[in-house]
Structures are given as C-alpha cells and as structure tokens.
C-alpha cells in the first residue's frame, strides 16, 4: 500500500466513501516531508490546510504572554491536524506546528477541502465528528493530567503519546504537562 493509500485509508475509517470519491480525495494529497527543526506552519500567518502525519513526530507551541515557548501538544503518526481557528477564521495561527523528527505529511489544501465539501456531502460531519472527538479525547487527558500526581501524569502521557515519550525532549513535555522540567527529571519512571 503506497503512502496515499494509507492516508484514504484513515479517511475511510471516519466517512464511507465511493470509488470515485476516494480518487476524487487521492488526486488532491499534497506530499510535504519535513525535516527535524522544519515548520509546518508558523504563528502569524494564517493556516490554509489540513495536515495527515503518516510518519515521525510533530509540536505544536506557542508563547505565552511573558514570552515562554509553550507546548500545547503532540502530534503522533495516524493523526489530522490543522489550527481550526486560523482555518476558519482566516486569521493568523497563534501557534506553530514543528517537525520533532524527519516527518512524512499527506496534506490538503483549502481550496482542495472547499471542493472536496461540495462534492462529498458527508464531508462536513465526518470533520465535525472527528474534531468533536478529538476535542473529547483532548479533555479527557487534561482532567486526567490534573486530577494525578506528577508521576501519574506522565504514565499517562507516555500511554497515551509513546512516540512523543521516545522522542521529545523532556522540558517540551514537561511544558505539555503544566509542570517544571525539574518536577519532571525527579519523576522515576
């Protein structure tokens, strides 16, 4: 199975699709490898796609009002991604996607999903769907993250993000956590 099919593999996991609708969505994947350190999008401008992360790991940070880069989360192999706000509001990103590892993107670009949304009826609640449940999925982490010791909620981080566990440098995930790379480097795992 080539790197295309996988990506409509997981798009057919959320909406059935026919033939023709499949290779209506296969003909408009844009392949985006990134490099370690590469940006997939930056804050301040605005974010005109979704992305699909078929291989390697993904950031996305921010800063804070007193200039400290912030990890808002991970983004693991199997995963969509896009800054919903920036993509609906046509307004600049406030976060930047990087490249943890050398990574392999499938990506669709707006006018791509615009004609995809009229051609495809079930389009719209399959993105619904999956933002509702990755909204959940986000939710339930973080009351998790807070109603845990420390240690407790870094098992769970490395549960629910392994290859982030693996790859990530300690004081991103530290920040991810809402706690100090110190509190995190005392944690014995």
């Known amino acids: 199975m080539d790197e295309k099919d996988q ?8 909406v059935p699709l026919g033939e023709e609708e499949v290779e209506f969505v296969r003909a408009r994947l844009i ?9 997939y999008f930056t804050m301040g401008f605005k ?5 699909y992360l078929l291989k390697g790991l993904l950031r996305s940070y921010y800063y804070d009002e007193a200039g400290a880069e912030i990890t808002a989360g991970f ?12 993509f609906q509001t046509d307004q600049p ?16 670009s707006e006018e791509s999903l615009v004609e995809i949304r009229h051609r495809i009826q079930q389009w719209r609640l399959m ?28 098992q769970h981080f490395r549960e629910t ?14 920040s991810f956590l ?4 110190f509190t995190l480097s005392r944690i014995k795992v």
């Open 161 to 174: 993000y392994p290859v982030a566990a693996g790859f990530a440098p300690r004081y991103q995930i530290a």
């Open 47 to 51: 974010n005109d796609g979704v992305g």
């Open 7 to 14: 990506v409509v593999q997981a798009v057919l996991r959320m």
């Open 31 to 39: 392949s985006r490898p990134l490099k370690k350190g590469a940006h």
């Open 75 to 86: 983004i693991e192999p199997g995963a969509f991604f896009a800054d919903k706000y920036s």
């Open 127 to 154: 993105e619904q769907h999956y933002l509702t449940e990755l909204l959940k999925r986000k939710v339930n982490f973080q009351r998790k993250v807070v109603n845990s010791t420390t240690a407790e909620a870094y």
């Open 93 to 108: 990103s406030e976060r930047t996607i990087e490249a943890l590892t050398d990574c392999q993107v499938w990506g669709l």
């Open 178 to 181: 809402g706690m100090s790379p």
